[in-house]
């Protein structure tokens, strides 16, 4: 991202408000990628002056933290003054109106649970709850174990058997299914 300086930035709001350019032929003309950035700083300047083109140096790295208080501050004074979002940044030295308008909206939609700071970072996974076979197993009564077991016996009793049949002759297994899907195939005609 460009960062302009403050002299460029004057000389471009000067530049608008004292000719009939608009924003886009401005930016054309100074080869400014975005005619957004002309228009806040115009707003800028009409709203703080000079100073509001002045980049906002922090003393650290970190985002300004509002509190919740002030935060609800701001909002009240846009419902009860009816004030727009850029009168309500200029009256509490806001350097942006899009904050005004999340902490309305989030307000609106969530009361003063929505203007307490959120969380950083993404969220963990939920815990998977554990589908253990065994711990089902281990919850059957002792008849209901060997009732289970003689179930698995006759399927794998019954898989092998199929098994060792196709084994012994492939082509009768085939038959026998093309026998299968013939007659299905005749039922479905019928119908």
């Avoid at 650290?60 to 509190?67: D, G």
């Avoid at 350097?95 to 309305?104: D, E, G, K, T």
């Amino acid at each position: 991202m460009v960062k302009y300086d403050e002299e460029f930035k004057l000389k471009l709001v000067n530049d608008y408000l004292d000719s009939d350019l608009s924003y886009v032929s401005l930016a054309k003309k100074y080869d400014i990628p975005s005619p957004s950035s002309i228009k806040n700083w115009v707003r800028d300047y009409k709203s703080q002056g000079v100073e509001g083109l002045k980049r906002k140096k922090r003393k650290s790295k970190k985002k300004a933290v509002y509190s919740v208080q002030f935060k609800l501050d701001v909002v009240q004074f846009v419902l009860e003054t009816r004030a727009s979002f850029p009168q309500a940044a200029k009256h509490f030295n806001l350097n942006r109106s899009a904050l005004v308008a999340s902490w309305f909206n989030a307000f609106q939609k969530a009361g003063i649970g929505g203007l307490k700071p959120k969380g950083r970072g993404r969220s963990s996974m939920p815990k998977k709850p554990s589908h253990d076979k065994n711990n089902e197993a281990n919850h059957l009564t002792p008849d209901q174990e060997l009732v289970r077991e003689n179930e698995l016996l006759r399927l794998e009793n019954a898989y092998l058997k199929k098994l060792k049949a196709f084994r012994e002759n492939p082509n009768a297994f085939h038959e026998k299914f093309k026998q299968k899907w013939h007659s299905n195939s005749k039922k479905k005609d019928s119908d």
